[in-house]
């Protein structure tokens, strides 16, 4: 059964910098398309940055483009997530997901992810 274990938000000032880490518990990770979401009070639950099976490209929200950086370390079973100059409306809880047999068009939409991390808090505020 695969388990996903997110870690690294806190409370940050505006402009400063967080690694979020996501911890996959299962076998055959690299498979595995694997992606941040993050959801606002109130709000729904965005896609942020999400990488397909292993393969090279990593992809992005056009609000965090530039900002964010999606890494994974197969040998490792984690993905990384680089933020760098948070803004206040990066305050989110982090979640990490991850699905088998997700098609690149459902990339971005929380609904076809089957296994899903507790999240973890980042506020940026000053």
């Known amino acids: 059964q695969v388990q996903l274990v997110e870690s690294g938000g806190g409370l940050v000032p505006p402009g400063d910098s967080v690694r979020l880490s996501c911890k996959f518990s299962g076998r055959a990770f690299n498979t595995y398309t694997v992606s941040w979401f993050r959801q606002a009070p109130g709000k729904e639950r965005a896609f942020v940055a999400g990488?397909?099976?292993?393969?090279?490209?990593?992809h992005y929200a056009d609000s965090v483009q530039g900002r964010f950086t999606m890494s994974r370390d197969n040998a490792e079973n984690t993905v990384y997530l680089q933020m760098n100059n948070l803004k206040p409306e990066d305050t989110a809880v982090y979640y990490c997901a991850a699905d088998r047999n997700l098609i690149l068009s459902s990339l971005r939409v929380p609904s076809e992810y089957d296994t899903w991390g507790r999240g973890t808090q980042v506020t940026v505020s000053s």
């Open positions: 990488n397909r099976r292993s393969y090279n490209t990593m």
